[in-house]
């Protein structure tokens, strides 16, 4: 298996996923917004209806206190991860055909970006703001040429 994934730049190209008998096409830019809906479902969840938690930063990242005498707050929080690799076909504008491959998603939350330092986290502050990034990687499958009967010849 290789490992030439490259990163998908334009969000005009087309997505191609087919699972049974059913084909599933979305546009880069479409897909990654869809993407980015699950993430933000993920890290954020719905309480009384009122308020977004943050829950994945509350979990991790409000104060520490140890042994019940020194409290220790964050200042930078990151969280990266990969999916795993899915089976589809890319179709590049301006290509002529579809591209068979496998695509995997890069993703990056910073829970306390650059200009949110200083945010002294508690349920009465509220919750910091968070900055999302999302990648879409492509690998082509590698076409092996089928060896030609002349080979043996032309050694």
């Not at 998908?8 to 599933?24: A, Q, R």
């Not at 930063?57 to 707050?73: A, C, E, M, P, T």
Request: net charge negative; hydrophobic share 30%; aromatic share 12%.
């Amino acid at each position: 298996m290789s490992d030439n994934f490259q990163l998908l730049k334009s969000d005009d190209d087309v997505l191609l996923f087919e699972k049974d008998t059913f084909k599933h096409t979305f546009l880069v830019g479409r897909f990654k917004e869809l993407y980015l809906e699950q993430i933000r479902a993920k890290i954020y969840s719905n309480t009384n209806n009122r308020h977004r938690e943050f829950v994945i930063f509350s979990k991790l990242n409000g104060r520490f206190l140890i042994d019940q005498k020194v409290h220790i707050g964050l200042n930078s929080s990151k969280w990266e991860s990969v999916t795993e690799e899915i089976e589809c076909q890319l179709l590049k504008l301006g290509d002529s055909g579809w591209q068979k491959g496998r695509l995997r998603v890069k993703n990056y939350v910073d829970f306390l970006p650059e200009n949110n330092r200083g945010f002294n986290y508690s349920y009465e502050h509220g919750q910091p703001k968070s900055e999302i990034k999302i990648e879409l990687e492509f690998c082509p499958d590698l076409t092996i040429e089928p060896e030609s009967p002349l080979d043996d010849i032309r050694c």
